[in-house]
């Protein structure tokens, strides 16, 4: 009877308080003694009103009841909890109650608690071993599953044993994948997280009563990340088992994982990019400790395409998780060494680079312990990847600026964070990534592919294509469908000023242009190919012209009409405008770039005079040795080959190091030209004296003993100041007078003995475009290394060249060709006699291009090259005034120190050009300025300017024949027939690849966006070419660690 009234209580109108009476007395009469059908009666009302009770307090009321009846009458209640009822609530349900709601569980779980001493408790954990199995099999949601966790964790007979835990565990692991948090809320959130939670320790106290259900759970879990084929996403909930992996562990499961051959590389890249996935999973311990061992056993397996394709894939996704303080360590570790390792290319490094400066403003702003530590942390690997990839000005400039005022590591904590994370100390060869090019950057320009180490190249091509009187006059020649190199000149210029490509590949240009002695796929000296490539093209030109001459059609056709080289009978005619240089018999290399030196040599005994001119197409720059460096280093000398004329191909260039005799040094292909009465050297004096004096030795990128170098020693004044030098102060060392003495004696005929001799060259013949190369690389011979010379050098918007006019007077050799300026005092010679004097003029120079090397040896490290546009005469942005000796009061310094080698340096106030300068990187084109220019020494110490290029002003050295063959397009001339065929074609196929690229990215992407190559891309060799110490590999231990050229 009292269910009954129970019931009827329970169900009627009374007061809430009338009830909890009623209810309580109900309770306190448990005590009293009961009969079995009464007890059940009671027991099925309980059950009821828990199970599916209308409201909380019918919920709360069976549960007191149920328990105060169950306690004092446990044989009735032992009875009517049953196996039998249990496994119709599990499997049937009750009621309307769906078998998988949650009260059924809690249900089950508190009368467990309430039988716990009765021996049927035996019999029901049998059964639950194959329901709560069965059940998991059944993926229950994440709810149902915690509450199923709580009831196993207190009840732990209940949970499967031996080969069924193993399958237990597995499947709850295939539970816990499709986990899924739809919540916006926090509150839900961290309850979603709580219930994974409870999942994830029931495992763990599995694992350790059964520890060999450890190792099938591990696999389970990698068959599920590494799945390529799954049709849902596993849920980042898996992250909550790793923190209950045994560290122990790590080593013997990586090893099992890298060397299986049953994992294909997809697999892998599957596995990986989910565990990198798991860094967002809130309070997840060890998860990056994990990611980071199993990046370095790929890469000890030399795994490279795996660790490339994810890097690329998941470094954004990884840095963006820095943004949140709760998952912040773990992403911050595994972002370091992705970057860290990631050394053959900046690809990676450049894909976060956009995001850093508001990073470093959001922690700036959150100004809390935790974040000024973290920022810290940040700023050090930021320098540490700028460091190794120092040729991105352009992109770095910003970062300094934001984290200037924070610590900068030094530069050996720098290497050696580099070296522990390079994956290069694991192998000798690297892949490498071919960087996503999607259409041409916003400057309009084309990049150049790195073809492996061919970043010299692709330095030297951009600075002659931004040459415009050259590009133009290029591709204004009609070569008739030759094959010459020209040709193909003319077609990669073609390219790019119209492909739609970002950056195009210029393999048949290379393999074209690339001097016999140069190894494909190492890093080459830049200058020693462009005086390789003019030279070939001036040589070419002159073998055209000769063959025009001979040919009966000579009157009509071109006389650059290089397709007779092969096919004599297809020779077409054009008209005499098309001959360029053909009035004058100059090569078009020689109208451009060619120039003239005159060397005059002085006997200070008989004062006799020799004069010779040389043609030149670039000048070398030595720098001024310093007296400090001389007193404790020794001395530091420029080095040639003894044997270097005959090893090496002809190259044309002007002299810069010093000859022991009188003969000045061959300038090849060239005609020298004799003036003055006889002072030659005879064939014995040479055979004392066999030094071949050359303009680069740094140039020589071959491997000389130290027993074939022989010294080149300068007799020209040092310099006794350490003030920043600049363009103007080298070209007036260039120009200084210099004593031959010693055993660098003059053999003078009229003496017919060795005597001191005064030494001056002059420019006679200033060209169009003034090529100048600055000599970097020289030889300590006290410590046996070729050093490279770091010196900031600055250089002028504006430059005079002192170009010496009169021909007809000897020159001034007791006085210099420059101002008697104190800066320029220390080179001087002092008078020994009185000569007439002859006067110079000035030429003006506009700054056209600088290629810039970024290292520390001429056989390694990057280059790339800042250019500009440049038109006839067009100087107004750099507030140029032909009146020098009103510069000043222009508003633009001149450079009081030189009268005759003038410069008028970037002023603040004048409005430079907006977006007229470009940085040519490889495949890179970004907008710049000059300021960037002129600050890159002095915020990257290894990139340094090597090669630059000078146009003179207010002339128009065109060959080109104007508008003879059509309309030209801002300036530019149309492009013959079958060029624009050939470009037209290719702009299809880009196309094309296009939307190729865009319908397969989603099933390929990382074979889309990368490709394994056995020597790499981008600069990947040779071994010790590009590491930690910058752009040159250098130093520091890292000589015998394999590292790539980016």
């Not at 790195?450 to 692709?458: D, E, I, K, Q, S």
Request: hydrophobic fraction near 35%; glycine fraction near 4%.
């Amino acid at each position: 009877m009292m269910d009954k009234i129970l019931e009827a209580l329970i169900t009627s109108s009374h007061p809430l308080t009338v009830k909890k009476g009623i209810v309580k007395k109900v309770v306190d009469a448990a005590e009293n003694s009961v009969d079995r059908e009464q007890c059940k009666a009671m027991f099925d009302l309980t059950t009821r009103l828990i199970l599916i009770g209308e409201d909380s307090f019918q919920k709360q009321v069976g549960l007191q009841v149920l328990d105060a009846y169950a306690r004092y009458h446990r044989c009735e209640f032992e009875e009517f909890f049953n196996k039998g009822f249990i496994l119709n609530l599990l499997q049937q349900g009750y009621g309307s109650l769906d078998k998988k709601d949650i009260a059924i569980i809690d249900y089950i779980h508190m009368g467990l608690k309430l039988i716990m001493s009765c021996p049927s408790v035996l019999e029901i954990f049998g059964c639950m071993h194959t329901e709560v199995l069965r059940l998991v099999c059944e993926r229950p949601e994440p709810l149902l599953c915690a509450r199923l966790s709580e009831l196993l964790s207190d009840f732990v007979h209940c949970i499967p044993r031996g080969k069924s835990a193993v399958l237990f565990c597995q499947q709850l692991v295939r539970t816990i994948t499709q986990f899924q948090c739809n919540a916006t809320q926090e509150e839900e959130i961290r309850g979603f997280i709580s219930q994974v939670n409870k999942v994830s320790n029931l495992l763990q106290s599995i694992w350790k009563a059964e520890p060999g259900a450890l190792l099938p759970s591990l696999q389970e879990v990698f068959v599920i990340i590494s799945a390529t084929d799954s049709i849902f996403e596993p849920s980042i909930a898996l992250a909550s088992l790793v923190q209950h992996i045994p560290l122990q562990m790590i080593t013997v499961l990586i090893r099992s994982l890298i060397t299986d051959q049953n994992v294909k590389d997809a697999s892998m890249t599957c596995a990986l990019c989910r565990m990198i996935d798991w860094l967002s999973w809130p309070l997840a311990q060890h998860v990056e400790t994990w990611v980071i061992a199993l990046l370095k056993g790929l890469a000890s397996v030399q795994k490279f395409t795996i660790l490339i394709d994810v890097t690329l894939l998941k470094i954004e996704q990884v840095f963006h998780r820095l943004w949140y303080p709760i998952v912040r360590p773990g992403a911050l570790t595994v972002l370091s060494h992705m970057l860290l390792s990631f050394q053959h290319s900046p690809e990676a490094f450049h894909l976060i680079v956009p995001h850093i400066i508001k990073l470093v403003q959001f922690l700036k702003d959150e100004d809390s312990p935790t974040s000024k530590i973290f920022l810290m942390q940040l700023t050090e690997l930021m320098h540490c990847m700028m460091y190794q990839y120092s040729g991105f000005p352009d992109l770095y400039e910003p970062i300094l600026e934001a984290i200037k005022d924070l610590p900068k590591p030094s530069e050996e904590k720098m290497k050696m964070t580099l070296n522990q994370s390079a994956w290069t100390s694991h192998s000798n060869s690297l892949a490498s990534c071919l960087s996503r090019l999607s259409g041409k950057s916003e400057t309009g320009k084309t990049g150049l592919i790195n073809l492996g180490n061919t970043c010299y190249m692709n330095s030297v091509i951009q600075a002659l294509f931004m040459a415009t009187d050259f590009r133009r006059s290029v591709l204004s020649l009609n070569l008739n469908g030759a094959r010459s190199l020209m040709r193909k000149l003319q077609l990669l210029f073609a390219f790019l000023a119209h492909t739609q490509r970002a950056a195009y590949a210029p393999q048949s240009f290379f393999e074209e242009s690339r001097p016999p002695w140069f190894t494909p796929g190492s890093q080459q000296d830049c200058s020693e190919y462009l005086r390789f490539l003019l030279d070939r093209l001036h040589e070419e030109e002159k073998t055209c012209r000769i063959l025009h001459e001979n040919s009966p059609q000579s009157s009509s056709s071109s006389a650059y009409d290089c397709s007779s080289l092969e096919h004599p009978e297809e020779t077409s005619p054009l008209s005499q405008a098309n001959l360029p240089g053909i009035d004058d018999g100059k090569t078009l290399i020689e109208k451009m770039f060619g120039g003239k030196l005159q060397t005059t040599i002085r006997c200070l005994n008989c004062k006799s005079t020799s004069q010779k001119q040389e043609a030149f197409t670039d000048l070398s720059l030595a720098f001024p040795p310093c007296l400090e460096d001389v007193v404790e280093a020794g001395p530091t000398q420029l080095l040639a080959p003894a044997d270097y004329e005959s090893t090496m191909p002809h190259c044309r260039t002007a002299v810069v190091s010093d000859a022991p005799h009188s003969e000045p040094p061959l300038i090849h292909g060239i005609q020298v030209e004799e003036i003055g009465h006889g002072s030659e050297v005879v064939d014995d004096m040479l055979q004392k004296f066999p030094l071949q004096p050359i303009a680069s030795v740094d140039s020589c990128s071959l491997s000389v003993p130290s027993d074939k170098l022989v010294s080149v020693h300068s007799n020209k004044s040092i310099e006794q100041n350490d003030k920043t030098k600049s363009v103007p102060h080298l070209i007036s060392y260039f120009l200084a007078p210099e004593i031959l003495n010693g055993e660098n004696k003059y053999y003078c005929e009229k003496c017919a003995s060795l005597q001191n001799a005064q030494k001056v060259m002059q420019v006679v013949d200033e060209p169009e475009y003034l090529i100048l190369t600055l000599l970097r690389f020289s030889y300590d011979s006290k410590s046996h290394i070729r050093r490279k010379i770091l010196d900031d050098v600055a250089l002028p918007l504006v430059l005079q060249l002192p170009v010496e006019k009169t021909s007809s007077k000897s020159p001034a050799l007791s006085q210099s060709l420059l101002s008697d300026s104190p800066e320029n005092l220390p080179k001087k010679l002092k008078s020994s006699g009185s000569v007439d004097s002859s006067d110079s003029q000035p030429v003006s120079y506009l700054l056209s291009s600088i290629v810039v090397h970024s290292g520390m040896s001429s056989e390694s490290g990057h280059y790339y090259c800042y250019a500009r546009n440049t038109n006839s005469g067009s100087v107004g942005q750099l507030c140029y005034k032909t009146n020098l000796a009103g510069l000043s009061s222009q508003g633009c310094a001149t450079d009081s120190d030189d009268s005759n080698t003038s410069v008028i340096w970037h002023d603040p106030n004048c409005k430079e050009t907006s977006k007229e300068w470009f940085l040519f990187n490889d495949s890179r084109v970004t907008f710049t300025s000059f300021q960037s220019v002129q600050n890159i020494t002095s915020r990257f110490p290894k990139d340094t300017a090597y090669v630059l290029f000078y146009r003179k002003q207010g002339a128009n050295c065109g060959v080109y024949p104007g508008a003879i063959n059509g309309l030209w397009v801002n300036g530019e001339p149309p492009l013959q027939k079958e060029l624009m065929d050939a470009i037209t074609k290719d702009n299809k196929l880009y196309l094309q690849e296009q939307e190729l690229n865009a319908r397969t990215r989603a099933l390929q992407a990382s074979s889309a966006t990368c490709s394994f190559r056995p020597r790499g891309f981008d600069d990947s060799d040779p071994p010790g070419s590009c590491g930690p110490s910058g752009g040159g590999g250098g130093s520091g231990g890292f000589n015998t660690i394999s590292r790539l050229v980016f």
